[in-house]
């Protein structure tokens, strides 16, 4: 009874790498999100994916792109890490219904030196 | 611009104690309100859903009202125990366009329940 899992679940970058999070849900849910935590700044929406071929912009999205790859699984690429990057991150996934409560991963720590 | 705001930031209670939290927001035009709990480390626990029809959700302990047209929402949990320690956020979920929705999440209530 996994749920959503995310990897790594920690990771450390110099300026300029780039990485992948990866994601991945068993509940064969058709929405699929990827948030970032900052302290004193809640949880913002980067990308989401309302089903299977399509993405979206959220909130703060700039130096992020995503890949949603089958219906699974769901992708956040950072191209070149910047000091801003460093967050937690968390992936979401929900039914397709907009009373479906959301489920989350356990998070990315990520710290961007 | 919809806006979610939790008041208090943290909250220290004894054992036994019921306590409310607290969950505004600014645009009433919502499909629903939840609530979740987050562990230190850990990702977020859905804990209830209030759909915007709905005046409120019950499981065990825990109770969550909905008043949208005060823009206002409240989580009580009775007889508090140290289990209850976490962080307590509220999120609304709005419509951004056609078919796509999104979550507006509060910053969190932070509860210490010691014995």
């Known amino acids: 009874n996994a749920g959503v899992t995310q990897t790594p679940k920690f990771q450390v970058l110099k300026t300029g790498q780039s990485m992948t999070l990866q994601c991945a849900q068993d509940m064969n849910h058709n929405s699929m999100y990827w948030y970032r935590q900052d302290p004193g700044m809640g949880l913002r929406l980067i990308y989401y994916?309302?089903?299977?071929?399509?993405?979206d912009k959220g909130e703060v999205p700039n130096g992020y792109n995503v890949s949603r790859l089958n219906k699974r699984e769901f992708s956040l690429r950072l191209e070149s890490a910047a000091p801003s990057q460093t967050s937690v991150y968390f992936c979401?996934?929900?039914?397709?219904?907009?009373?479906?409560?959301?489920?989350f991963g356990n998070g990315t720590r990520l710290t961007v030196t | 611009k919809q806006e979610v705001t939790q008041i208090p930031a943290a909250l220290s209670v004894p054992e036994g104690e019921n306590l409310v939290l607290n969950c505004s927001f600014t645009?009433?035009?919502?499909?629903?309100l939840q609530w979740f709990r987050q562990d230190p480390g850990k990702g977020l626990t859905s804990l209830l859903l209030?759909?915007?029809?709905?005046r409120e959700q019950t499981s065990g302990r825990l109770n969550a009202s909905l008043d949208k047209s005060s823009g206002r929402s409240t989580l009580y949990i009775a007889a508090s125990q140290p289990g209850d320690s976490a962080t307590y956020l509220c999120a609304v979920r709005r419509s951004l366009s056609y078919n796509t929705d999104k979550l507006i999440f509060g910053t969190g209530t932070r509860l210490q329940v010691f014995p």
């Open positions: 994916s309302a089903s299977e071929g399509t993405t």
């Open positions: 209030i759909q915007s029809s709905q």
């Open positions: 979401a996934s929900s039914g397709q219904s907009y009373n479906s409560p959301l489920h």
């Open positions: 645009d009433s035009a919502i499909y629903n």
